[in-house]
């Protein structure tokens, strides 16, 4: 600040020119024999005090101890503390920032390196209003020394612009979704997948059990195509065959009507919805009609299991994706159209060229906005091709021309690879389109897996004239296709040991029907291994997804671990295994959903017990975590049983991980543990040794506010 400026501020604000913030100044240190260097320096601290004390941004300073020594009063707005209550108490119980482990590492690292920090923290208002802070941080040396006395911290409100940027995501979300789904119109004229990917791309932005999309036919509306229906009992061969009397149906009259979407928050109450035996499981729906030409010659129609599922802002972006869909069946009649358009082309030629050139344009301008790379050749002489720029942007060079080179496998010769080409271009002229996996080789070097389509071109008398080949991406397909088959495979194998078991268990039956008891008593433990697995397959594949609520209660965990102890006390004794739970001197009180947390203390103690030898000890204990934020609680269960080989520990929370093949469980109970304490904001992870056993730690977040009695907070 220069001289001028300060002094205009001096004159504007004497009284605290000359009385400044106290705590500020007695951030300084005094040597002794100083004199009147002390002097100047507590003026010149005095009116810096005062001018910090006016800034705009929370300026507070704190000892190493993290207690405030001032507080300005940008902080005190910010905050909701006055001055007077902010002194002398913690900062992080004040603004409710906790941090994790690693951002204080983070934040401890650039602090020793770099002498200051900065980044993005989220803390609340006295009131509990949550708020988003840019946080500038600076370390507060000792002026003999330099060692570290305290720190200044500089704080900024973003919280409304953090508001708006989550606005712009949401709009970012929508163009997306649109932008692919005209993608989608432009790489296929085939209606039933276009129709099938554009309800794909409506779920990424308005999530949903069921959708359909309906064509009118004069005065019915007939199933066009539909997804999630199977999962209701309903399949596609029936979906495909319902008819819906528009007469009969208030959402369609109302939408033929206003060429508005409609929105039934609750289709039990509400006299536009007629429930139909194949609609009485939705609760709620939102539709939007499709428009061609001004005329509504269908809907897209989203419904869910539960009322107050869509919003008003959904029923808008619906109605986007409706007027895609129209583009899409436009595009359809207009590609049937020019199929016959073209067995006639001889007899019109003359009559027709004008708009012929008007579709060629149409289709160039189709081609190029798609995203899949196309490119089409006519067999003249010299040969016409055609490549858009999606093509041009895989191969990485604008300027570029194609080559089947960019297809050609390293393992073939140029004879061979040419023999290849012509068998592709036979079976595509025979069968209509050929399809195949494809290494793409660019110019650069780098390879990625494509899927290669060709069709055959042909004249009016089926000879082929040319080609037209589409090469799409499928590198991030063929990954997650890789993760879904390992999946699959791995329960497959998972449920064949217990029905291998009940068809061997009757077969003897059958052979021996004497033993009819020994053999139920068989048949009773695998059909419930069966029941139990595929439970833990529906209950981690709901966990995965976030799809199971959790219903948060203040909970006393030490009587809830107590509780599973006694439980499983039977159990350990039948082992010869001491079990203890090592009560905490004082009681913990958290916001968790008690029966997902009974499930994971029950399946570690009963996992203790099973891989602990007799004479074995297991030992559950309930303590405040010793590293990092001091408001977790952890639940440690210890035992002295085989442990686990270090190259087993990266792998153990991971869905069917077994340590060995006669490791007892589905191998899915840690998985589904690791995601109900991760859905509770905790961590979970294990500590081994081979030989001088494990244990495993949980640490879960202790509210920031008690609840009264009678609340219940669902997640």
Known sequence: MKRADYTRVQEGFPQLANSPDESLIQMGYQRPGDGPRREVSASLLCNDATLLHFASDAIISVDTAMVIHSWNRAAERLYGWTRDEAIGCSLPELTGNRGDSDDLNTISRDLVEKGYWQGKVRERHRSGKPLVIWSSVSMLGHPDDGSAVGFVIVNRDITERERVDAGEREQRLLAEALRDTSAIINSSLKLSEILDRILICVERVIPYDAATIMLVEGDTSRVMHGRGFDAMGISQEELLGLRF???????????????????????????????????????????????????????????????????????????????????????????????????????????????????????????????????????????????????????????????????KPASMTIDEYTQHIYRILMYAQEHGVWRGEKPFHRPDGSEMDVMVTVTTVTNPDGLPIGAVTVIKDISQEKVLQDQKSLFVATASHELRTPITNLITRLYLLRRSPDHLSDHLTILDQTAERLRLLVENLLDYSRYERGAVPLYMEPVDVRGLIENVVLMQKAEAEKKAIHLEFAKSAEDMVLLLDPGRITQVVTNLVVNAINYTEPGGSVRVRLECAEQGDPKMTRIVVQDNGVGIPAEALPHLFQPFYRIADHSVGTGLGLSIAYEIVRLHGGDIHVESQPGEGSQFIVDLPIATAPLEDGDDHKV
């Open 245 to 407: 009397p528009i007469a009969q149906f208030g959402n369609l009259i109302a939408m033929q009507n206003t060429r508005r979407p409609v929105l039934i928050a609750d289709c039990r109450n509400d006299s536009r919805w007629l429930n139909v035996t194949e609609t009485n499981w939705i609760q709620s729906y939102v539709g939007a009609p499709i428009q061609v030409d001004d005329e509504v010659i269908g809907v897209i129609n989203v419904d869910s299991r539960v009322p107050n599922a869509f919003t008003e802002s959904q029923a808008e972006a619906l109605l986007a994706f409706a007027n895609q869909a129209g583009i899409a069946i436009r595009n359809a009649q207009l590609f049937e159209a020019l199929n016959i358009y073209a067995a006639s082309l001889e007899e019109r030629v003359a009559q027709r060229t004008a708009e012929l050139e008007r579709e060629r344009a149409q289709l160039r301008t189709i081609l190029d906005s798609i995203s899949d790379g196309v490119v089409g050749e006519i067999f003249d002489r010299p040969p016409k091709q055609f490549i858009n720029q999606a093509l041009r942007r895989m191969i990485g060079d604008p300027a570029a021309e194609w080559s089947v080179d960019y297809l």
